[in-house]
């Protein structure tokens, strides 16, 4: 009796890793240096908010959160996450 094959796993991508909260500090340094980024994708918001992605998909969703769409991608200002908890931090006092 012939033996089942076993199906290969996928590799899997390693996750990506958020270096600085502003994105490209870290690649400021070198040479060409890249200009301060003034928006961030919904993951990378999640992570300088310490929420899961969803929630900031929630907030965006709610209109507590500002966002943008440019092409197929969803941008986030970074002063949309100021706004968010400096509003936050109101309604807390």
Do not use: N
């Amino acid at each position: 009796m012939a033996r089942p094959t076993r199906r290969r796993k996928t590799q899997r991508r390693p996750a990506r890793r958020f270096g600085s909260w502003l994105g490209s500090a870290s690649r400021a340094g070198r040479k060409g240096s890249v200009t301060e980024r003034k928006s961030v994708r919904p993951a990378e918001a999640a992570a300088l908010l310490g929420v899961c992605r969803d929630t900031v998909y929630v907030l965006m969703r709610s209109g507590r959160l500002r966002s943008t769409k440019v092409g197929r991608a969803r941008l986030i200002p970074l002063a949309a996450l100021d706004d968010l908890l400096s509003a936050t931090e109101e309604f807390a006092a």
